[in-house]
């Protein structure tokens, strides 16, 4: 059984949606052009264990859409992220994050150490960590895809611009974009403006190798046999 409230988070109004409240306390965090109907499965399936919590990262899903005056930026959504967890009150916890948000997670952790037990990093987007030579068609292929993605997106064709990002991800393959489930693809599409966000945000933050040796709880990267090279070079690294 999921439920849904709101919190106050660092002024803004943040939705959750949680297990029961049982067990051990495991936050998710979603990427870039989602929101927490990422890990939908993910509550059903532990929910009964774990005290599990999803929530919309400000400007996604349900959660707040600040004033312009107030730019997107992975600092902001790591000190969201601390905040909620120290709003949530249960102690250290454990930490599942994806994509951008295991950016967010890694952020929020550096500064929070005495409140993650655990990190688990499913394709982390950290992209200072590609940066040898070699790195070079990887950053261009990418670059290039996400010329076409804001393309779509000036033109006002969100579903475009997704079905282009689901190229890009798949490895230029359309298979498993049009085989998710109508709602997947509806929570992309509905989120697909913070692509826009994300590339215009202010870098105030610095992550890399050293940063991460410097996280003190366990880590878990996970990628799979088919992740995008872009993600699975980044993932190898942290490894």
């Known amino acids: 059984m999921q439920g849904t409230r709101s919190v106050i988070v660092n002024g803004m109004n943040v939705r959750l949606h949680e297990s029961s409240k049982q067990g051990p306390l495991v936050v998710f965090v979603h990427g870039l052009i989602s929101d927490h109907r990422t890990w939908r499965p993910q509550?059903?399936?532990?929910?009964?264990?774990?005290?599990?919590v999803a929530y919309d990262m400000r400007y996604h899903g349900l959660s707040a859409k600040p004033p312009s005056l107030q730019p997107y930026s992975l600092a902001q959504h790591a000190s969201d992220l601390a905040e909620l967890?120290?709003?949530?009150?249960?102690?250290?916890?454990?930490?599942?994050?994806?994509?951008?948000?295991?950016?967010v997670a890694i952020a929020a952790a550096l500064e929070n150490q005495s409140r993650?037990?655990?990190?688990?990093?499913?394709?982390?987007?950290?992209?200072?960590?590609?940066?040898?030579?070699?790195?070079?068609?990887?950053?261009?292929?990418?670059?290039?895809q996400f010329e076409q993605i804001h393309a779509e997106l000036k033109r006002r064709r969100p579903f475009a611009a997704m079905e282009a990002f689901a190229?890009?991800?798949?490895?230029?393959?359309?298979?498993s974009w049009r085989a998710i489930p109508q709602e997947y693809q509806a929570m992309?599409?509905?989120?697909?403006?913070t692509i826009g966000l994300w590339a215009h945000a202010p870098e105030t933050l610095k992550l890399g190798s050293a940063e991460i040796r410097a996280?003190?709880?366990?880590?878990?990267?996970?990628?799979?046999?088919?992740?995008?090279a872009y993600f699975g070079r980044i993932g190898e690294r942290l490894s």
């Open 43 to 52: 509550l059903d399936h532990l929910g009964g264990s774990y005290h599990c």
């Open 85 to 103: 967890i120290h709003a949530l009150g249960s102690g250290p916890v454990h930490v599942v994050a994806h994509g951008y948000g295991a950016c």
């Open 116 to 144: 993650v037990r655990s990190l688990t990093l499913v394709e982390p987007s950290l992209e200072t960590m590609l940066y040898e030579a070699q790195d070079a068609p990887v950053r261009a292929a990418a670059e290039m």
């Open 167 to 175: 190229w890009w991800v798949d490895n230029g393959q359309m298979a």
């Open 188 to 193: 992309v599409v509905d989120n697909a403006h």
């Open 215 to 228: 996280l003190s709880m366990p880590v878990l990267v996970l990628n799979g046999q088919e992740t995008q």
